[in-house]
Nanobody
Framework: VQLVESGGGLVQPGESLRLSCATSGLSFRRYIMSWYRQKPNKERELVTSVNSRGAAFNYADSVKGRFAISRHNVEETASLQMNSVKSDDTAVYFC????????????WGQGTQVTVSS
């Protein structure tokens, strides 16, 4: 199983960025897809999740109205559209897959750095 994030980089405050998570080796529809982030010297935190039908849930208060998660079951990818970014969004962003049924299975990507700075 592999989860590979892409799309991170340096962006200015107020701009937009789109992160992608490409998966392989999963029965993709069996998994809730989530984005987490870890700020410097902080614990990893949940940003948002999307279920197998594409319904988003669990948006962190700090990103509501600015970020949007989506999934593409045919391509077996997930995305995070980040709009109106702030310096406080600077973090390493991780893709996560968690099985919704059967044996508990959870997988992580290696992370992609997002830096918001002018």
């Amino acid at each position: 199983v592999q989860l590979v994030e892409s799309g991170g980089g340096l962006v200015q405050p107020g701009e937009s960025l789109r992160l992608s998570c490409a998966t392989s080796g999963l029965s993709f529809r069996r998994y809730i897809m989530s984005w987490y982030r870890q700020k410097p010297n902080k614990e990893r935190e949940l940003v948002t999740s999307v279920n197998s039908r594409g319904a988003a849930f669990n948006y962190a208060d700090s990103v509501k109205g600015r970020f949007a998660i989506s999934r593409h079951n045919v391509e077996e990818t997930a995305s995070l559209q980040m709009n109106s970014v702030k310096s406080d969004d600077t973090a390493v962003y991780f893709c996560n897959a968690r099985a919704v049924d059967g044996p508990p299975e959870e997988y992580w990507g290696q992370g992609t750095q997002v830096t918001v700075s002018s």
